[in-house]
């Protein structure tokens, strides 16, 4: 990304404060998905997009809840395409097939793992009250809609055990990514056939929890 500090004013209108979000969230996106949570720092973002710490601080009160601010979209697209695949399983029952939904739906999401992976560790520390509060209201809108599509597809659950067994099922995928994406020389290692058993699939991991959970829900 070009250093564009130079030539950025202090934004004053509303939608001009909306763009440098935006780039201070595209800057915070592309650094995570290359560096990680411990590369996603101020003075990282701030050579991103060119703005200084005090700049950046206009915007957010903190790294952290930049973060939060990026799980929340990695949440809402998570949410849309679950969503998609449970349609044509309206009132199945079918917890293989959810299963399977559920890990095509989170698998490839690096971002949205890691990011939920951190949330009660990293995330919610460092903000406010003001700044969680918001996180989580906008965070349950989107698990409401989530739940209603989910409870369609599994009619025998409630709605607190639908939103129990979604917030369950994010947890333990957030838990496996680390585990399924090793660090390279781990990797490499894993390869050898001595330890073939500790090399696991992520998208398989995660069906197959899914779904002893599901039959476990079902009366």
């Not at 939904?101 to 971002?111: D, E, H, L, Q």
């Not at 520390?125 to 509060?133: A, C, I, K």
């Not at 696991?200 to 009366?219: I, N, S």
Request: some cysteine; proline content about 5%.
């Amino acid at each position: 990304m070009s250093n564009p500090q130079q030539t950025w004013q202090r934004a004053r209108r509303p939608e001009q404060k909306e763009l440098r979000r935006a780039a201070i969230l595209e800057a915070a996106a592309k650094l995570l998905d290359a560096e990680g949570i411990d590369g996603t720092g101020l003075n990282a973002i701030g050579r991103e997009t060119g703005m200084s710490k005090p700049n950046l601080y206009r915007y957010f009160e903190s790294r952290e809840a930049i973060l939060l601010q990026l799980l929340l979209e990695e949440h809402e697209a998570w949410g849309r395409a679950f969503q998609r695949r449970l349609k044509p399983l309206r009132g199945s029952s079918d917890a293989d097939a959810i299963a399977k939904a559920f890990s095509k739906s989170i698998s490839g999401r690096r971002n949205y793992c890691v990011l939920i992976g951190a949330l009660a560790t990293v995330l919610e520390h460092n903000v406010g009250g003001d700044t969680v509060r918001e996180f989580k209201r906008q965070l349950h809108e989107e698990n409401k809609r989530v739940v209603s599509c989910f409870q369609v597809a599994l009619p025998s659950l409630t709605q607190e055990e639908a939103y129990a067994t979604i917030a369950m099922l994010l947890m333990a995928a957030s838990g496996m990514w680390p585990h399924c994406h090793p660090a390279a020389v781990v990797e490499g290692v894993l390869e050898e056939p001595e330890f073939a058993p500790m090399k696991f699939d992520f998208e398989a991991l995660v069906r197959d929890h899914a779904a002893l959970v599901l039959r476990g829900r079902l009366p």
